[in-house]
């Protein structure tokens, strides 16, 4: 191959590259989970909660979790305890702005016979300027297996504080 075929070679190739990976440089850029600010979330967070009743606020009781976040807006919320009784709760969250961020979690309930539907958990979480402490507060609700809303649960509040390892 002489010296023009080389060249022309090496530049259709590289011609390629930019454009196989323009399109994906543009979703990176436009998505808000992905952005810097939104992703400071992402990791894990030693937490406790304190549950109270939704509707005359009156303390229930109080646990100790793990919140976990990942990029992409996914993660997991790992109750203490039990986990046939407390299951791993399964998360989707936003960032929404102004260091506050929304979560969803859904989790399988049981009774004596087994699985009798699904709780939802949604909490509006906050992060300080340096990303080291956690916090939020939400409401819960309870579903049948068939999807139907059968009734208000418990409403958290949570503080904690970034899992580091050291």
Request: with cysteine; glycine share 16%; charged share 15%.
């Amino acid at each position: 191959m002489n010296r023009f075929n080389t060249m022309a070679l090496a530049g259709a190739m590289l011609a390629g590259l930019i454009c196989a990976t323009t399109p994906v440089l543009a979703e990176a850029g436009s998505n808000p989970l992905a952005n810097a600010k939104g992703s400071r979330i992402v990791g894990v967070y030693d937490v406790s909660i304190d549950v109270h009743n939704c509707v005359s606020g009156a303390y229930l009781f109080s646990m100790v979790a793990m919140h976990k976040f990942e990029l992409g807006g996914t993660g997991q919320l790992l109750p203490s305890g039990n986990s046939a009784v407390v299951p791993v709760h399964m998360m989707v969250w936003e960032y929404l702005g102004d260091d506050t961020w929304r979560s969803a979690t859904q989790f399988f309930r049981y009774d004596a016979g087994g699985v009798i539907g699904t709780g939802r958990i949604v909490n509006e979480v906050w992060l300080s300027e340096d990303g080291t402490e956690y916090g939020g507060s939400g409401y819960s609700e309870n579903y049948d297996l068939a999807g139907n809303l059968v009734g208000v649960g418990a409403c958290p509040s949570f503080t904690g504080t970034r899992f580091t390892g050291g």
